[in-house]
């Protein structure tokens, strides 16, 4: 039987001489909702299964252990594993809220004087690790991958950009309302002649309802949020790579079922 060879991004495999142009193609291949390497190690590997001192070490499997794959020293891959330390089941999913008991007072603050609320928001949310639960490849990606929880089954599901960037947007627009609706509720509480407070924060919510309702509706302002909010996912995509790796290493089985 001919050895057997794999593109470790989208787990493709076949005969050396298919896998090589495979990865030597122009376009891109998209991630495998089984692949949890990160960029660097998925260069790692897909270089290092054509290297003859390591032919013995190759494994065509995603479940091999990359440091028995790669040769190299397990023990600074233990590493990047324990040291980031994680309780998996606080891990929020894609279809849950996300957590924004880390948001600052000076961070809620400025999101009553930025005309930029949605993504600064978002950043600011992704600041927190349990958040990270979106992988999205590059700016080219048609569909990305999210982290979902479904009673008490946990598993990552192949979604198109376009379904990500329009719930990133509706959870985020009920994440203002709330923040702004307690900053009214707070104002009102000391001071209820001073109205001049709670006129801009009302005007900052009216402007929040307006940039959905303009996301929704006109298609060229949702290109341009989509561009924008992608980027951001593609910014924290090692991290949420790395939230998908420990989920998976701590599942007994990962379903295949989307």
Partial sequence: MNKQYQCYKCLYSSKKCN???????????????HSSYT???????????FEQKNTKNTKNTNNGNIADIINIDTQNI????????INIDKITGFNEEWVVDNLKESQ???????????THLLKIILENEFN????????????????????????????????????????????LSTIYDNFLSTNENYDDDDTSFNEHISKQKNLTNQKLNDFL???????????????????????????????????DTFENGY
């Fill in 108 to 118: 809620k603050n400025n999101l009553l004087v930025t005309n930029l609320m949605y």
């Fill in 39 to 49: 960029d660097s190690e998925i260069e790692i590997l897909n270089k290092a299964q």
């Fill in 217 to 251: 509706n006109n298609k060229k302002i949702k290109n341009t949020v989509k561009d924008i909010v992608k980027k951001i996912y593609i910014d924290n995509k090692e991290d949420a790579i790395l939230n998908q790796k420990i989920i998976i290493e701590n599942k």
């Fill in 19 to 33: 896998v090589i142009n495979h990865l030597n193609r122009k376009k891109s291949c998209e991630r495998s909702i």
């Fill in 78 to 85: 233990n590493n990047i594993i324990n040291n980031f330390t």
């Fill in 132 to 175: 990270k639960n979106v992988i999205i490849e590059n700016k080219n990606s048609t569909t990305g991958l999210i982290f979902k929880k479904i009673n008490n089954e946990k598993q990552y599901q192949e979604i198109s950009i376009d379904e990500i960037i329009n719930e990133s947007m509706i959870k985020l627009h009920k994440q």
